[in-house]
Nanobody
Framework: QVQLVESGGGLVQPGGSLRLSCAASGSIFRFYDMGWYRQAPGKQRELVAVMTSGGSTNYADSVKGRFTISRDNAKNWVYLQMNSLKPEDTAVYYC?????????WGQGTQVTVSS
């Protein structure tokens, strides 16, 4: 069982920045593929960014060049740096871990981009 706890969400003005953090349990974190997803009201959950255990990354087209995923395998953390935020980035952001064909989710953190 993997437990994930997100933090760092909040209210930010358009053009601003936020950094989301996700703390993961487990002694084999370095083998997890980690990702960030988001779900806006009335919409399906969508992929934002993923980083494999090998360090490869993939981003949604809508966030390329603005968001950066990173991880600290020594501390079991994964981060999402979000810059140049837009109102359409407003959503609940979820941390995800994929390991041994199992998928785990955090409880989510709200990000609201509004003036």
């Amino acid at each position: 069982q993997v437990q994930l706890v997100e933090s760092g969400g909040g209210l930010v003005q358009p053009g601003g920045s936020l950094r989301l953090s996700c703390a993961a349990s487990g002694s084999i974190f370095r083998f997890y593929d980690m990702g960030w997803y988001r779900q806006a009201p009335g919409k399906q959950r969508e992929l934002v960014a993923v980083m494999t255990s090998g360090g490869s990354t993939n981003y949604a087209d809508s966030v390329k060049g603005r968001f950066t995923i990173s991880r600290d395998n020594a501390k079991n953390w994964v981060y999402l740096q979000m810059n140049s935020l837009k109102p359409e980035d407003t959503a609940v952001y979820y941390c995800n871990a994929e390991v041994v064909k199992a998928s785990y989710w955090g409880q989510g953190t709200q990000v609201t981009v509004s003036s």
